[in-house]
């Protein structure tokens, strides 16, 4: 059986995501791996058990096909784990529908993170190719939201 993390452990990754700001880290050692996230108060250990290694197959799966995405010279990724919000409010219109024209740091998108709404700006000017993320979606930091070219 695997030996399970202690307390103090723990609580040095929670202080060490209070002090750089970071969202969540995780550390793997042997067969333990931790994991402590900053969405809400969350701090999770895991010890993996041998039925983990199937559901790691379609993660990998899924992290191969955006990164094709990311690799395009125009891809709009996400700076944070958190919301993608598509307008700037409920009912009202989007920010930026696909064939618009855009300018470098104009507003395309709001992603929300720990409570606080991030505007989301284009990094270039350009036209509107795909918008990936959807309204009221969940993303991760380096996701793709959308594509500028």
Do not use: C, H
């Not at 990164?67 to 919301?83: E, N």
């Not at 989007?94 to 409570?115: P, R």
Request: hydrophobic share 50%.
């Amino acid at each position: 059986m695997a030996k399970l993390p202690d307390k103090k452990t723990i609580k040095e990754l929670a202080d060490l995501l209070a002090d750089t700001g970071l969202s969540e880290i995780e550390v793997e050692t042997g067969e333990v791996r931790i994991r402590v996230a900053r969405q809400g108060v969350a701090v999770n250990a895991v010890v993996p058990a041998p039925v983990a290694a199937p559901v790691a197959a379609p993660a990998a799966a899924a992290a191969s096909s955006a990164s094709g995405a990311g690799d395009l010279a125009g891809a709009l990724k996400s700076p944070m784990v958190g919301t993608a919000y598509l307008s700037p409010e409920p009912g009202a219109a989007n920010f930026v529908k696909v064939g618009d024209s855009v300018s470098e740091g104009q507003t395309l998108l709001i992603v929300e993170a720990m409570k606080t709404m991030n505007p989301i700006a284009a990094n270039k000017s350009g036209k509107i190719t795909q918008i990936i993320v959807g309204n009221e979606q969940p993303v991760e930091f380096d996701e793709v939201l959308m594509i500028i070219e």
